[in-house]
């Protein structure tokens, strides 16, 4: 597994502050840098990965946790 830059946790979160929340935390990264990001339930594990892949980035992985969270890592891309 590549090396996380930064790890965002929004299992607290509801829609659509999870990937509002993603976005920001993307922005604030260089290029082909790696964000982990911690998510919560159905809409945040459909909509966070289908909103950073239509903004160009890419989901590099998307695994459970075991504890009812998943660990999502997206490659940022872009400027």
């Given at each position: 597994?590549?090396d996380?830059t930064?790890t965002?946790?929004?299992?607290r979160?509801?829609c ?6 993603t ?5 604030s ?18 909509n ?6 239509d ?7 998307l695994d459970p946790r ?6 999502l890592?997206?490659?940022k891309?872009?400027k």
């Amino acid at each position: 597994m590549p090396d996380v830059t930064a790890t965002l946790d929004i299992t607290r979160e509801v829609c659509p502050m999870t990937y509002v929340r993603t976005k920001l935390k993307l922005e604030s990264l260089p290029p082909d840098t790696l964000l982990e990001v911690l998510l919560k339930g159905d809409e945040p594990l459909k909509n966070v990965p289908r909103s950073a892949k239509d903004e160009g980035h890419d989901v590099v992985s998307l695994d459970p946790r075991g504890d009812g969270t998943h660990r999502l890592i997206i490659r940022k891309r872009g400027k």
